[in-house]
């Protein structure tokens, strides 16, 4: 079986591949800026709706609390009614809360990844930017030495 020899590479086609791979790191880049801030900002909503709700709830649990002792100590309907709608109240909370968190719990992994990817791209593009800087330095020039009379 002969094998089909690869031809060898032009430097015009190493050239333009080059600039295509450094502008699909530089793409790369931005879109992560892009996204890595605009899921930042979800992630603050979502910590300050959390912050917001948790207080809801705990002084929802003190009225319905204090409900409680009210509606066992006078059973009258309207401490019935008062118990109910702090029981309703707190279950709207509860459910609330677990959306919270369910919304958090998918934010959080993607927005590390994303920060990871971002630190990545980075580092890549400083590094070929140290390597182009120093591939494109001038080459130093050389003094002849005066030779010697003998």
């Not at 790369?28 to 801030?37: H, I, L, Y």
């Not at 992630?43 to 002084?59: I, V």
């Not at 809360?97 to 993607?110: F, G, I």
């Amino acid at each position: 079986m002969a094998t089909k020899k690869r031809p060898i590479a032009k430097s015009a086609s190493v050239e333009k591949n080059l600039a295509v791979a450094l502008e699909k790191l530089n793409a790369a880049s931005t879109d992560g800026d892009k996204a890595v801030a605009a899921r930042s900002k979800i992630s603050k909503q979502l910590n300050a709706e959390s912050r917001r709700l948790n207080k809801k709830r705990a002084t929802q649990l003190k009225r319905a609390k204090v409900a409680a002792v009210k509606a066992k100590a006078d059973p009258s309907a309207e401490s019935r009614k008062a118990l109910r709608t702090a029981v309703s109240e707190l279950a709207a909370t509860r459910t609330a809360l677990a959306k919270n968190r369910a919304a958090k719990a998918v934010n959080t992994p993607e927005l590390s990844a994303l920060k990871a990817a971002q630190r990545q791209a980075t580092a890549y593009g400083k590094a070929i930017a140290q390597a182009d800087k120093a591939l494109n330095k001038p080459k130093k020039k050389r003094r002849k030495r005066a030779r010697k009379a003998a």
